[in-house]
């Protein structure tokens, strides 16, 4: 059975940072590309981020370039989301996704195979 969990979540204030985990099992994660997506109350769920499965190539949305910083470490099976000088809006769920092909990450609708349960990110002015 294949999962996805997220950790790293929580209270933060505006400019600080944090670092969500992405554990994976039941797959081999040097065969999946990774993505993070977000939701904030009242909005539809966006694309934040994706890394291609040999972390070759990195993809970003214009609001996180600079700030963010997507990573996965096949060894460990885990991928990251690094989180720097965070705001307000970036106040969300963050929900982690795997798929082979990295087009299913980055091109709209978007339909990995597998999506982890979500951890709250909430950052204060």
């Known amino acids: 059975q294949v999962q996805l969990v997220e950790s790293g979540g929580g209270l933060v204030q505006a400019g600080g940072s944090l670092r969500l985990s992405c554990a994976a099992s039941?797959?081999?994660?040097?065969?999946?590309?990774m993505g993070w997506f977000r939701q904030a109350p009242g909005k539809e769920r966006e694309f934040v981020a994706a890394?291609?499965?040999?972390?070759?190539?990195?993809y970003y949305t214009d609001s996180v370039k600079g700030r963010f910083t997507i990573s996965k470490d096949s060894a460990q099976n885990t991928g990251y989301l690094q989180m720097n000088s965070l705001k307000p809006e970036d106040t969300a769920i963050y929900y982690c996704?795997?798929?082979?092909?990295?087009?299913?990450?980055?091109?709209?609708?978007?339909?990995?195979?597998?999506w982890g349960q979500g951890t709250q990110v909430t950052v204060s002015s």
């Open positions: 996704a795997a798929d082979p092909n990295i087009v299913e990450l980055t091109t709209t609708p978007v339909s990995p195979d597998y």
């Open positions: 039941g797959l081999t994660f040097s065969r999946y590309a």
């Open positions: 890394i291609t499965k040999f972390s070759l190539r990195t």
